[in-house]
């Protein structure tokens, strides 16, 4: 860390860090601004899959790693992780649960990651409920394209 006027780490007072050659990139690049917002109330979301991987958690166990992105309409493109611990007899019945729901039949678990491309793009609806200081997130159904609401109220345009 950078700390000024420490006569041991910077003696003249001037940063040390020549930033200024990276300002035209940095004033140029877009970001996802969803990204470190608030957590998603608890309730039920639509949700397309941009990605699924495979992972390992900080304690070194594997899991399942759903990146999803909120189609609306409230919330819409905001992304959400959901995960899947691969550690327990319990934590596998969930994933297959999970699997299955998404509709990916495998007879192992071995054969999940040359499978994983088959989850892509996929609409399903999650729902996350928050319970103590945890919400967690559990994945309801698969979505079909006739299914996806663009407009919860429907598209009745009612004078009044």
Known sequence: MYEHDDETNNPSGVNPYDLE???DDYSTTEVDESVGGEPLPDGKY???????????SKN???????QLRVLGPRY???????RN??????????????????GLKI??????????????DLVVEIQLKTKGEHQ?????????QAEVQDDPFGDDDVSF
């Open 76 to 82: 819409a493109g905001r992304k959400y992780w959901h």
């Open 107 to 120: 007879e192992k678990l071995s054969l999940l990651p040359q499978h994983l491309h088959e989850l892509l």
């Open 21 to 23: 050659q990276f300002d």
């Open 136 to 144: 967690n997130s559990f994945l309801n159904k698969r979505i079909t």
């Open 85 to 102: 611990m691969i550690v327990t007899k319990e934590n596998i019945k969930w994933l297959k649960r999970d699997l299955l729901i998404a």
């Open 46 to 56: 639509q949700m397309s899959v941009e990605k699924v991987e495979l992972l390992y």
């Open 60 to 66: 070194n166990n594997p899991m399942l790693v759903w």
